[in-house]
C-alpha cells in the first residue's frame, strides 16, 4: 500500500490509500493577497500566525508555505527586489522558521524558484513535502536532485513544455514520465504525489468526470497518491463552496488522497470529514463526533474557525508529547 511520510518536529503525516484525506492548508500564500504581501514586505507575520493557527484548529494536517510575494515598494528602491530569486529565498526560510515557532505540522515548501526549495528545505525540521516538479525539462533537471538530496517526497505537476493538455490521456503520460525520471534518481514512487491537473468545471463539463477517471488510473496503474488545488473545480462559478464540497468526496471515493486547500470553509471541512467516516477512514467515527461538536458551537453562534480552536484547544489539554500522528 503506498504511503507518502511526512514529519515535523514531532508529529507524522501518512498520505495512504488507506489513511484519512489530507488536507493541506493553502493560505500562507501572498499571491493575490495584496494586504500578506503587503505586510511580509514591511516584515510583519502576523497574519501568517493567524493562519497558521487557524488551519491547523480546522482540520489542517499539512500547511502549503508559498513565498511567491511582490515587494513593490522595495521593488522602486532597488531593482533587485524584481527578481524572485532575490525575494523568495530569504523570504521562503523566515515564513518556514515562524510557522515552525508556532504550530508542529509538517509543511510543503511551495515554490517556482529552486533557491526557494532549497531554502526551505534547509530551514525545515523533520520531511517536508516539496511543492513541485513538472514534466517541464528544466524543472525536472533542477528539482528532482533536490529530492534526492533531501530525501523529502513531491508534489508532480502534469504539465510539460507543451503545457497543460486538456486530454487526461496526455497528462497521464506526463504523470509516469515524472515517476520514471524520479526513479532514474533513486527516487520511490511512494514520494511522488500527482497532481493531475483539475480544470474548472464551468470552461470544460466533463472536467470532474476527468480528474475522476485519471485518479483510479494515477492509483491503479503507477501506484501513487495524488493532490490537487481543490478550488480550481469551481472557478468563476457562484457559491464555490457547495461545488467544492461536492467534488471533494466525489474525489475522495475515486481515491485521491490529498488536497491544497483552505481549511477554514465549513462546508468543504464537513464534506471531507463525512467522506473519512464513509471511507472507513476514520475508526469508529471518532473523529466525526468530535466535528459534530465543532459543528453544535457553530449553531451555537460561534464562527468555524472560533469553534475550531476551542475544540482543539480542549484536546491539546488531553495529549502527550511523545511523536504523534497529525
Not at 480546522?58 to 527578481?83: H, Q, W
Not at 496503474?221 to 461536492?246: D, K, M, Q, W, Y
Not at 467522506?275 to 459534530?292: Q, S, T
Request: aromatic residues 4%; hydrophobic residues 45%.
Amino acid at each position: 500500500m503506498t504511503r507518502t511520510v511526512l514529519e515535523s518536529k514531532t508529529k507524522t503525516v501518512i498520505i495512504g490509500f488507506d489513511e484519512p484525506f489530507c488536507v493541506i492548508g493553502e493560505r500562507i500564500n501572498p499571491t493575490g493577497r495584496k494586504k500578506l504581501a503587503a505586510e511580509l514586505e514591511a516584515g510583519n507575520y502576523d497574519t501568517v500566525i493567524k493562519d497558521a493557527l487557524e488551519q491547523v484548529a480546522c482540520g489542517a494536517t499539512v500547511l502549503d508555505i508559498n513565498s511567491g510575494a511582490v515587494f513593490t515598494n522595495k521593488m522602486a528602491e532597488d531593482p533587485r527586489y524584481a527578481d524572485n530569486n532575490f525575494v523568495e529565498p530569504p523570504l521562503m526560510k523566515a515564513l518556514i522558521e515562524i510557522v515552525q515557532q508556532t504550530v508542529d505540522v509538517p509543511l510543503c515548501i511551495d515554490s517556482s524558484v529552486p533557491g526557494a526549495l532549497e531554502a526551505g528545505l534547509m530551514a525545515c525540521e523533520g520531511r517536508p513535502l516539496l511543492n513541485s516538479v513538472t514534466g517541464e525539462e528544466e524543472r525536472l533537471e533542477l528539482v528532482l536532485p533536490l529530492v534526492k538530496k533531501y530525501n523529502v517526497p513531491v508534489v508532480a505537476i502534469s504539465n510539460d513544455d507543451t503545457g497543460i493538455s486538456p486530454d487526461p490521456d496526455v497528462r497521464f503520460a506526463v504523470a509516469k514520465k515524472i515517476v520514471e525520471r524520479a526513479a532514474d534518481h533513486g527516487i520511490p514512487a511512494h514520494d511522488i504525489v500527482v497532481d493531475p491537473l483539475v480544470m474548472p468545471v464551468g470552461a470544460m463539463a466533463s472536467a470532474g468526470q476527468q480528474v475522476f477517471a485519471l485518479v483510479r488510473r494515477l492509483r491503479e496503474e503507477l501506484g501513487v497518491n495524488t493532490t490537487c488545488g481543490a478550488s480550481n473545480i469551481s472557478f468563476g462559478l457562484p457559491h464555490r463552496h457547495g461545488i467544492n464540497g461536492a467534488f471533494l468526496p466525489m474525489a475522495i471515493g475515486a481515491g485521491m488522497t490529498s488536497a491544497i486547500m483552505n481549511p477554514v470553509r465549513q462546508q468543504e471541512m464537513e464534506a471531507i470529514r463525512a467522506a473519512n467516516f464513509l471511507m472507513n477512514h476514520d475508526p469508529n467515527g471518532g473523529e466525526w463526533i468530535r466535528f459534530a461538536k465543532v459543528l453544535e458551537a457553530v449553531e451555537g453562534g460561534m464562527t468555524f474557525a472560533e469553534a475550531s480552536a476551542a475544540a482543539s484547544q480542549a484536546a491539546g489539554g488531553r495529549r502527550g508529547g511523545r511523536r504523534g500522528r497529525a
